[in-house]
């Protein structure tokens, strides 16, 4: 059974920069696209980031250029690094994984972690 258990959330001033975490076990690392999404309070979830075993990556238009996800697959966890956050960044963040190499921005993944709260004070 698939587990993802994500880390690194936290409060952060708007500008400042966090290292989210998702420790993958269970299975083979690299037979999952891993994505990140995020939920603020009363919104629905939206797709974030996404990256295959091989390294490619996939992101929502909003936030090219203040993150960046990425995977060390000797270490079976996914990073999303975010950098010039704003208070509009403030939700809970959840890592995603799904089998095959296809990306896909729905939330049709297959396996969820427990989510991180980050939250940017303005």
């Known amino acids: 059974q698939v587990q993802l258990v994500e880390s690194g959330g936290g409060l952060v001033q708007a500008g400042g920069s966090l290292r989210l975490s998702c420790a993958f076990s269970?299975?083979?690392?690299?037979?999952?696209?891993v994505a990140w999404f995020r939920q603020a309070l009363g919104k629905e979830r939206e797709f974030v980031a996404a990256i295959r075993w091989s390294g490619s990556t996939y992101y929502e238009d909003s936030m090219k250029g203040r993150f960046i996800i990425s995977r060390d697959n000797g270490k079976n966890t996914v990073y999303a690094q975010m950098n010039s956050l704003k208070s509009e960044d403030t939700a809970v963040y959840y890592c995603?994984?799904?089998?095959?190499?296809?990306?896909?921005?729905?939330?049709?993944?297959?396996?969820w972690g427990q989510g991180t709260q980050v939250t940017v004070s303005s």
């Open positions: 995603a994984a799904r089998a095959g190499r296809g990306i896909i921005t729905s939330p049709d993944y297959e396996y």
């Open positions: 269970g299975s083979i690392f690299s037979h999952y696209v």
